[in-house]
């Protein structure tokens, strides 16, 4: 079985900053893009930034100058640095992750169990 799994949420002032960290388990031969998506309450799930194994980056026009994407292959582990954070960055963060498990075989989407970012003065 492959798990993700997310740390690093919390309360977090505005203007403030967090690091999110997502690091994946289990029967893994190797992982394609990686990245973090985040809901908000009453609202879809939205695209916050995506990372190829290559490092290449993709970010939502919402985060971008704020937000910086980042993995460490080796770990199987992708970071969300986020600063100059807002009210409206408010979510439950989920944590993606395109792996395959045999060398021959596509990938499958993944998905982490979600960690909560509140921001309030």
């Known amino acids: 079985q492959v798990q993700l799994v997310e740390s690093g949420g919390g309360l977090v002032q505005p203007g403030g900053s967090l690091r999110l960290s997502c690091a994946a388990s289990?029967?893994?031969?190797?992982?394609?893009?990686m990245g973090w998506y985040r809901q908000a309450p009453g609202k879809e799930r939205e695209l916050v930034a995506t990372i190829t194994s290559g490092g290449r980056t993709n970010y939502a026009d919402s985060v971008k100058g704020r937000f910086t994407i980042s993995r460490d292959n080796a770990k199987n582990t992708v970071y969300l640095q986020m600063s100059s954070l807002k009210f409206e960055d408010t979510a439950v963060y989920y944590c993606?992750?395109?792996?395959?498990?045999?060398?021959?075989?596509?990938?499958?989407?993944?998905w982490g169990k979600g960690t909560l970012v509140t921001v309030s003065s």
């Open positions: 289990g029967n893994i031969f190797s992982i394609n893009t």
């Open positions: 993606n992750a395109n792996i395959r498990k045999i060398w021959h075989q596509d990938g499958v989407d993944y």
